[in-house]
């Protein structure tokens, strides 16, 4: 068996522009990587056509028909099983998203990654910039493609938000807040465990912090740092080797008995069980 003392990483490795679509219209087009990574960069996959079945983060999807996921950078996914795929994956690094777009999808992360396909202009958009991808050398050629991304993820975000009643481009304060809030938990969970830490980062009160969680997705502050914690707990529990107690202290605790009580109190079960429970599937992906 292969050593599993990692999480395997696909790093970006874009040409010119920060973009790469990879048309799919294949049986085994997945077949390199079916086995649990991240990425540096975000992923999108808009499927046209056909069935496809993939784990993003200890959470089950199920794509039908006309469909798109998003994949954020850092996430540990891998892709069950496709069924007759017509689509494309676009590899899109960071930067080259707009900062509210890049909120949206962060701040979706973990929560619903699938949508349905309501505008087909998007397969036209895709199409377009791939097209471009192939020929531009240019200056003007960079900047089509560049206007043609923008318009394509856009699409991505008015189909997020259609039931959440955002104006399209508007990110009121309190939105924004969360989005920073989100990031620095996912940048500094290892170090920073309190909700006045991040209240210190962002100048406002703990209560106003707990306020802006609380009503944009129903929990508080602390909820989300626990959570950023214990999924990466998770992720090297399933796909590493790492000891429980070396990975008490990837995650930033030095009492392993303390760790080990606090993971036992949020899952259910301890570190060591949740591994033993997870062994035989986690050797399934490698």
């Not at 079945?53 to 998003?70: A, H, P, R, S, V």
Request: glycine share 4%; aromatic share 14%.
């Amino acid at each position: 068996m292969e050593n599993k003392s990692k999480i395997r990483i696909h790093r970006s490795k874009f040409k010119g522009l920060n973009i790469h679509i990879k048309k799919v219209q294949s049986t085994n087009s997945c077949e390199w990587i079916k086995y649990a990574h991240r990425d540096e960069h975000f992923i999108f996959y808009v499927q046209q056509e056909g069935l496809t079945e993939l784990m993003i983060d200890f959470k089950d999807y199920q794509m039908n028909g006309k469909t798109f996921c998003f994949i954020c950078p850092g996430q540990v996914h891998y892709y069950i099983r496709q069924t007759s795929p017509k689509g494309y994956f676009i590899f899109i690094d960071s930067s080259y998203l707009k900062n509210e777009y890049r909120s949206t999808f962060e701040n979706h992360q973990n929560l619903n990654q699938i949508n349905s396909v309501l505008n087909d202009s998007l397969f036209k958009l895709i199409s377009l910039i791939a097209d471009q991808l192939s020929i531009s050398t240019t200056d003007i050629g960079e900047n089509i493609i560049r206007s043609l991304t923008d318009s394509l993820i856009g699409i991505m975000v008015l189909e997020i938000k259609r039931d959440e009643k955002q104006c399209q481009g508007a990110i009121d304060r309190k939105t924004e807040l969360l989005s920073q809030f989100r990031n620095l938990v996912r940048k500094h969970f290892e170090k920073f465990k309190k909700p006045n830490d991040y209240a210190d980062m962002l100048n406002i009160s703990v209560p106003y912090l707990n306020q802006i969680t609380k009503q944009q997705t129903g929990y508080t502050a602390s909820y989300w740092i626990q959570q950023e914690i214990l999924l990466e707990a998770k992720r090297l529990l399933h796909y590493t080797q790492l000891s429980s107690k070396e990975i008490a202290f990837s995650v930033g605790y030095d009492d392993y008995a303390y760790f080990s009580r606090f993971f036992k109190s949020n899952v259910g079960i301890t570190p060591l069980e949740f591994r033993k429970n997870y062994l035989d599937l986690s050797n399934l992906y490698y």
